[in-house]
C-alpha cells in the first residue's frame, strides 16, 4: 500500500522561473494538503483541495502561487516567478474524507538560485 | 499570538528515562490534536492524535490533552536513542478534515 507520492524530491530553479511540484495522495484518500517549511521553521499551511475543489486557500500567497487537484491525475502546487525566499522544503499530505489524521509524503526541496 | 507554541528545546535525556514534550494552543474552540515526529531531513510522521480529555497510550507513547488549560503533551517512556527527533504538535478546530497548524517543535535528543 504505497504512502504519499511527491515528485520530483528536490528541484533546482534560477529566479524567474516556474517550480511545478507533484503530489499523488496515499490509495483511498481524497484529501490533499500542501505545506511549507522554511530552513529552522515549523510548518505552515498553504492550502488544502479535494478533487476539482479548492477548499481552503487560506495560507497560500496571493501572488505567483496557484494549486490544483484535477479529477484525474496528481495534485500540482504551481510557483511562478520563483524568488529566492521560496527555496523551502513542501511537504503534501492526505487524509481519507472525515478524518483529521494527515499523512505526508517525503517531500519536494526547492532550491531558487 | 502563536496559535501552537512549543519549547523549541533541545530538550535532552537520558536513554531509559521519561521524555516529556509540552505544547500549549491558543484557540479554545479546538478540537483535534496530533503529534508528529521529523527526523532531520525527512517528512513529518504521525505518532499519536488525540480528541478527548484524559490520556491515550499507544505502545511507549502517551498522549495528554487539557482543554480547560489549553495543553497537550506527550510521555515517551523507555527513551531510546533513535528517539532522538523533532517533534511537532498540531491542533484543529474540528474532528474532520481540515488545515492543521503546527507548533515550531521540540528537538529531543537521547543520550545513550
Known amino acids: 500500500n504505497a504512502g504519499v507520492m511527491q515528485n520530483p524530491r528536490h528541484l533546482v530553479r534560477r529566479r524567474g522561473q516556474e517550480a511545478r511540484l507533484r503530489c499523488s495522495p496515499m490509495?483511498?484518500?481524497?484529501?490533499v494538503y500542501w505545506y511549507r517549511q522554511l530552513p529552522e521553521e515549523g510548518l505552515k499551511f498553504m492550502v488544502y483541495?479535494?478533487?476539482?475543489?479548492?477548499?481552503?486557500e487560506s495560507g497560500m500567497p496571493k501572488e505567483r502561487f496557484s494549486a490544483e487537484f484535477p479529477k484525474e491525475g496528481p495534485s500540482i502546487l504551481r510557483i511562478q516567478q520563483v524568488v529566492r525566499g521560496d527555496s523551502a522544503a513542501y511537504f503534501c499530505?492526505?487524509?481519507?474524507?472525515?478524518?483529521?489524521?494527515?499523512?505526508f509524503g517525503p517531500g519536494t526541496r526547492l532550491t531558487v538560485l | 499570538q502563536k496559535e501552537v507554541e512549543q519549547n523549541s528545546g533541545p530538550l535532552s535525556v537520558p536513554e531509559g528515562a521519561i521524555a516529556s514534550l509540552n505544547c500549549t494552543y491558543s484557540?479554545?474552540?479546538?478540537?483535534?490534536f496530533f503529534w508528529y515526529r521529523q527526523y532531520s531531513g525527512k517528512s513529518p510522521e504521525l505518532i499519536m492524535s488525540?480528541?478527548?480529555?484524559g490520556d491515550k497510550e499507544d505502545g511507549r507513547f502517551t498522549a495528554q490533552l487539557n482543554k480547560a488549560s489549553q495543553y497537550v503533551s506527550l510521555l515517551i517512556r523507555d527513551s531510546q536513542p533513535s528517539d532522538s527527533a523533532t517533534y511537532l504538535c498540531?491542533?484543529?478546530?474540528?474532528?474532520?478534515?481540515?488545515?492543521?497548524?503546527f507548533g515550531q517543535g521540540t528537538r529531543l535528543t537521547i543520550n545513550p
Open positions: 498540531a491542533g484543529g478546530i474540528i474532528q474532520g478534515a481540515q488545515k492543521l497548524v
Open positions: 483541495l479535494q478533487k476539482e475543489n479548492i477548499i481552503d
Open positions: 488525540i480528541y478527548s480529555n
Open positions: 499530505a492526505s487524509s481519507p474524507p472525515s478524518s483529521s489524521e494527515q499523512f
Open positions: 490509495k483511498g484518500h481524497s484529501h
Open positions: 484557540d479554545r474552540g479546538s478540537q483535534s
